[in-house]
């Protein structure tokens, strides 16, 4: 992107071609739009990359007095008719416009299924993530594709391991508070805090934006039982696209409410199971059964729901999806809530659980600025 040259460009009716020094076919961009992302210091400022220019003060008839390519194709210029000044653009923005219309470039995951992972699980080690940027960048590239990522040999400490997710971000606060160091008390009226069995779900679907990423290491462990699953919701949600289009346009469309009553609030949001962007690639799932407020639709779309729904637990709770994990001090687990649905088996004993939750979008900011510096 960033060597693109300009050959030439033309001014048309409202639109200015543009044709590349490469094969690339020529791209075009309406006045309007040019002069509203102008790159000179007087329209986007220089330093917060902010719009200065006034949106609703262009013409919509705007028209071009000349062009021109400059600095060996590197920029484009332009004066506008009228007096309306003039704008300038890099070659390489134009470019990306053209090409990804200012989207970003979709991550590239690997979807895994048992048999997919076999048994080399992501894993980078405490000491490189907390050394290096490139160590943290590692183990935040394998939490991107994989959707969970093991940090080994982390000191088996609440300090240890919230200076582990300060690496990321800062910690998130919600009604479990910051960091969270626990035992099966029932501090709070969550079935995680007690020793039961938990079915695979995501947290927070009471809220508008449930927890992007969440930190799990166990620091102290005597008893049976208490293996955690991890089950990846994109690679389901592709299965029933593949499989089971009238269930997939349910699990995509159908908002669930969820609640949480207690501890001094009561939270409610709701979300498809299976959320999809623009563009129509899954972006999130969120699913929460024992959290799933009451709710009610037409009858023949309630059928269908039970139906899908029927399904998809079916398929979360199959083992050929699912791998399982023995949380043990040391092994800091961090997996996206967005994409992965945890659960735990029922236990006897002792144990004592850190961690903490993180937003998605500063996972995604860390990782956007860790893979630009390198
Ligand atoms: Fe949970």
Redesign the pocket.
Known sequence: MLTARIKDATAMAAEIEVRWADDAPPSRYSNVWLRDHCHSELSLHPETLQRQVDTFAIPADLGVDSVAVEEDGARLHIRWARGAGASEFPAGFLRHIAENSGRLPKPERRLWDRAALGNSLPSTPYADIMASDEGLFSWLQQILVYGFAIATDTPPTPEATQALCERIAYIRQTIFGGFWDFTADLAFKDT?YTPLA?GP?T?GTYSNDPPGLQMLHCLKFEGTGAQNTLVDGFKIGEVIRDTDPEAFEILTTVKIPAHYDGDGVSLRAAHPIIELDAEGAICQVAYNNYDRAPFQLKPERQMAFYRALALWNRMINDPTFEIQLDLRPGGALMFDNWRVL?GRHEYTGYRRLCGAYLNQEDFQSKLRILSANR
């Open positions: 995680a938990i779900h947290d945890h």
